[in-house]
């Protein structure tokens, strides 16, 4: 046989009209139930899942409670400028406040003040004090 002989033979085979049955499996479909409930929150800090609907009120009286006795004597980061003024880190507070407004100020986030009508409510601002920790918790 030639090489042409060949591929004739193949165009013959192809050409007949062929039909392939292709069994596939049954697949079993089981009934999902979609309910709105949250079943269970991941906290980050401790890595424990509860389930909402089974948690005790008492129980999370109880761990808010605990909580808030353990932190009881930690630095809490202040709520003012006023405070911050107050503490013994003060030095550090106000240079991160003013490195805050030059940046403000390079980007030119503030401008002159405009009255507003009287219906109009601005948009107004606030300071948030944080102190940055690292993976340790320590301050940095």
């Known amino acids: 046989m030639n ?13 007949s009209p062929s039909i392939t049955k292709i069994v596939v499996p049954e697949e079993h479909q089981v009934p999902e139930s979609f ?10 800090l401790d890595g424990k899942c509860w389930n909402r609907s089974k948690i005790i ?12 006795v353990m932190t009881e004597n930690e630095d809490h980061e202040p709520r003012s400028i006023d405070e911050c003024n107050s503490r013994d880190d003060w030095p550090k507070w106000k240079e991160a ?3 805050e407004l030059n940046s ?7 401008g ?3 009255l507003t009508p ?4 601005p948009v107004g601002y606030k300071w948030v004090f944080v102190r940055k920790r690292n993976e340790k918790g320590e301050v940095v």
């Open 3 to 15: 090489q042409v002989g060949q591929i004739e033979d193949m165009k013959g085979q192809e050409e």
């Open 35 to 44: 309910d709105n409930e949250e079943i269970s929150i991941n906290y980050v």
């Open 57 to 68: 009120v008492d129980d999370v009286f109880a761990y808010t409670a605990a909580l808030s």
């Open 97 to 99: 406040i003013e490195a």
């Open 104 to 110: 403000l100020s390079k980007r030119k986030v503030f």
């Open 112 to 114: 002159p003040v405009v």
């Open 118 to 121: 009287e219906n109009v409510k």
